[in-house]
């Protein structure tokens, strides 16, 4: 079976700085690699995902991620934050062809300005 | 375009009382359909999941069942809840073999 670790669980981060959230995974066969945003009181919204082809990944509202097998990766990043980012933000893995997500247990963002 | 539809939105019931939550899908056809529960602190856990009308998959034992009546409707029930059970449930959605699509949840807070 799949799992996800989420390196940090929590980010402070001030306004139009960098921020990189750090994902491992484990997996004896191929996977896909996704990473969600919740805001408070909301639900998951995709951010971006990786089935194959271009390790860089880019998706919504600025974010991307670059899946490394070697190292089992796939760190999400935003190279100028807005307050706006601050939320709950989960990767997740899934087998080819599996019916099942497996999550990993977030990462709270908080921008300040 | 495909949505997915979630109520109650807010819920506060008794210990004890019974749970009805519903999820229904728009714009789409036999989806895989998925219950999931954060409780505080923790991440999300896998409930249930159906790939189709009447299959049902536990993931964990507990106070919770989960009913799929027709191809675009996923029902999360219990008979007695507890104090455990308060959390935050989204319902989830997938066709095809790769992206999830969650519902907006419903916060439950049992009493």
């Known amino acids: 079976a799949q799992s996800v670790t989420q390196l940090d669980s929590q980010v402070p981060v001030f306004e139009e700085a960098p921020v990189e959230l750090r994902c491992n995974y484990s997996?004896?066969?191929?996977?896909?690699l996704f990473w969600y945003v919740q805001y408070p009181n909301q639900g998951l919204q995709l951010l971006l995902k990786?089935?194959?082809?271009?390790?860089l990944v880019k998706g919504i509202n600025g974010f991307e991620a670059e899946f490394n097998k070697s190292q089992t990766s796939f760190h999400l990043r935003k190279p100028s934050v807005h307050i706006s980012d601050t939320a709950e933000y989960f990767c997740?893995?899934?087998?080819?062809?599996?019916?099942?997500?497996?999550f990993g247990a977030g990462t709270t963002v908080t921008v300040r300005a | 375009s495909q949505t997915i539809h979630q109520w109650p939105a807010t819920l506060v019931q008794p210990v004890g009382s019974p749970l009805s939550l519903e999820c229904t899908v728009e714009?789409?056809?036999?989806?895989?359909l998925y219950w999931y529960r954060q409780a505080a602190g923790r991440g999300l856990q896998l409930l249930f999941y159906?790939?189709?009308?009447?299959?049902i998959s536990s993931e964990v034992p507990q106070n919770l069942s989960a009913s799929r009546p027709q191809d675009r409707q996923f029902i999360l029930s219990s008979k007695k809840l507890l104090l455990s059970d308060s959390g935050f449930y989204l319902c989830?959605?997938?066709?095809?073999?790769?992206?999830?699509?969650f519902g907006p949840g419903t916060r439950l807070t049992v009493l």
């Open positions: 714009g789409t056809s036999n989806p895989n």
């Open positions: 990786y089935l194959s082809g271009s390790t």
């Open positions: 159906s790939v189709g009308i009447g299959q």
């Open positions: 997740a893995v899934s087998r080819s062809n599996d019916y099942k997500l497996s």
């Open positions: 997996s004896s066969v191929s996977v896909y």
């Open positions: 989830a959605w997938k066709t095809g073999t790769d992206t999830q699509y």
